[in-house]
């Protein structure tokens, strides 16, 4: 609930002093107030309402300065929509008390944003016309014309660089993410000059820190052939900023670390800089990152994830070294909290108490997130139902999934402003969440003997398979109700129909193999009195086409837009001069996890290919900042060509990274692979795919 509403003010007052960034004492309040540390272990419900009052608070204490009340709406239209019509009526009182004052327009429209994007527009030009030096309107409207309905690309640049003129020291990372989507390579370049003399006349360590914004910003408006020079201005910012004696909590000195590897600076310094971290900050969250970071280092994963052996010996030290972190960096909550049953998860043989303990911490993660995600809860509830332990708990906490689901479709209810397309899209993801908790839920009833419980989701398992993407789980989830009604013959019939239109293969993961249709059928089969011979000839696949069997790869057919890029030597990579060739491009950021396993298989490839006239292989980076990229290929040892992709990319709306492309010799798509692959034959998948593609008409 929210408490009280703002202080009005006078509408001879009615021009707020433009405001960027906060003042001192309202940053200090923020920072320590509404930093995540004092949240941690607290629930999602729980520190929505204390963020809530602690903003309320602020908004009273600093009625003039937007950044509260902009705070405030966000909590309300993007995390917990529950909030959001009692703030809108807030906001719309304080219009109705203020109704020429631009910090009340702004925000009364700003709160209406997906609900009445019509309403929203109004307000916010209105106070744009009220106040023209008052940045934040056009930042409000840059968002409405980014997407839905109002969509308007053209309408999106101006409000961009309307609001980068007013605000140059802009760091907050939706603004630059506004920069990067809609702003000219000429305005960055004026943001970055503004934003530099700006910060070189600071001296607060929360406003040094953006530092790192304004090299992104650099290296992206550079060519590469300026970043050596780029690189001794970072070494010098450093320098300077050193010498302010700034307080240096631990975040601080992660920053200077993280500049000092972007300056090029020599390994021996930033070691120097990363041991004086350890000394004195040492049970810090950011001495956990250094450490691990050399353990990773210095063990070396096993290529082979079939190798039993040297996954067996890897995960024995890994283990072994978590252990001590959790006891040596007791000021990260969930190294201290969550990390060794996220550890041991998977293992085998766990006892009755492990799997209890891994579940709840789960469930309790799943709980203290800063979002409410119906997965969570859902794979919590299907990793105690795998091990047939509890199932009365599982249907507690897929209950408690179904809740925040309805939540989701509700706050997706109230955005007036979506596209057919992006309806779909919602629609599409929360019926995938639908299905994963009817799928556990049926499990559960089975376990139970509780047919009960599944009685109001019976016509909708049984309906006919509407959308064949999900075939493979639609059977699945008819199998699970045939076992509920005691029908053991339509159930294996209904597992091998699930089986046949499975498009994900048995995969090995640190030595082990999983294979979730086998840990769930098999016991059944033998249960029922199957031989493993026939097992095997049950499971034997059918002849199928090349779409059911390409696992995470999906045909794509879309044209590759055109690209003109440079890559991190400052060579110039155009699209129009690369047809006649099979391309295969991945996408990658030196902050992905993900994309760190999958580069040393990349660099493979390359190797194998990068003779060939026919077929050429290259990397899209889509880091935010160019800079720290160049170190990264060093410190790895990787040759591949990597275009510095973070501007162009962006139009692309990316699902996620990795990703991979193959394109044919014409310029068009052909197939996408979303996400790291665990496929031993990765290589060789690769190269008959780029083979096929040569053919392709």
Known sequence: MLLGSCLTTNAQESVPAPSCIPDAGLRNELRTRLDQEPFAGVSFDRKIAKQVAILDDLVRKYPRDPEPQRRLIDIAGWVDTRQLPAVQERFRKQELDNPNDALALFASGYSLLTTDAQAARRKLTQAGVAAPEFPWPYSALAYLYEKGKTADSAKMAKNVERFFVLCPNATDRYSQWLLSKAGTDSLRKKVASGLRNFLEAQSDFDLLVSYETLWALEFQTHPPIDFPSLRKQVAADLKRIESLNTKQDANFQAFLIRGYRQSGAPPEIVAEKENRLLTEHPKSFAAYVVVFSRWDKAHKRPEDQKDTSAWANYDFERKAAQKEWIHQFTDDYYLTHYAWTDMIEHDEGLSEKEVLEVFENDVKQAEESNSQFVWSYVNAAEYLLQHKMRPERAVRVLEEAEKILARERESAQLNTNRTAEEIATSEDSTGAAWRGIVSSMLEAARQMNRPELVVRMRAEVEAPLTNRKYESSYWINRARLARVDGRNADALTYYQLAHQTNTEKPSYWHGKIRDPFADEVRPFWKELGGSDTAWEFWVKPLPRGPEL???????????????????????????????????????????????????????????????????????????????????FLKEHGYEFPVLLAHNVVLDAELEGIPQNWIVDAKGTRQWKQMGFSDDQNWETTVLAKLEAAKTTD
């Open 549 to 631: 069997t390409e696992g995470r790869w999906e045909k794509a057919a879309s044209p590759l837009p055109s690209f003109e890029m440079s890559d991190i030597t400052g060579k110039i990579w155009r699209l129009k001069e690369l047809q006649g060739k099979v391309l295969f491009i991945n996408l990658w950021a030196t902050w992905c996890g993900p994309c760190q396993v999958e580069l040393p298989r990349f660099q493979k490839l390359y190797q194998m290919t990068k003779n060939r006239d026919d077929i050429l292989v290259l990397s899209f980076n889509v880091d935010e900042d160019p800079g720290v990229v160049e170190p």
